[in-house]
């Protein structure tokens, strides 16, 4: 059965910092892109940050860039998405993301994906 199953998500004040892992199991991430979406209440999935699985690419929503990391471990079939100086409108259900595409562009824009996490909540509140 293929999986990737998302933790790490939590209440953190805003300026505060929280580290995201997506797990794959099933299959191997060496070949696919990989990507953090997210949505928050009543607004539709936005894609923050994709992974190239080709070139080491990296492609960020420009409200995240210079605050979030995206990092892949091949060798774990793992994702990470290092957040930092977090702020209330970073709120809402993250998901991990998936795909054979060689354009992360086109993966985190439009949201073109093979597979999707179930999403882990962030909250970011005083």
């Known amino acids: 059965q293929l999986q990737l199953v998302e933790s790490g998500g939590g209440l953190v004040q805003p300026g505060g910092s929280l580290t995201l892992s997506c797990a794959a199991s099933?299959?191997?991430?060496?070949?696919?892109?990989v990507g953090w979406f997210r949505q928050a209440s009543g607004k539709e999935r936005e894609g923050v940050s994709c992974f190239s699985s080709t070139d080491s690419s990296t492609f960020y929503l420009d409200s995240v860039k210079g605050r979030f990391t995206i990092s892949r471990d091949n060798a774990k079939n793992t994702v990470f998405l290092q957040m930092n100086n977090l702020k209330p409108d970073d709120t809402g259900v993250y998901y991990c993301?998936?795909?054979?595409?060689?354009?992360?562009?086109?993966?985190?824009?439009?949201?073109?994906?093979?597979?999707w996490g179930q999403g882990t909540q962030v909250t970011v509140s005083s």
């Open positions: 993301a998936a795909d054979l595409t060689t354009s992360i562009q086109d993966m985190c824009e439009y949201g073109l994906v093979d597979y």
């Open positions: 099933g299959f191997t991430l060496d070949y696919y892109a």
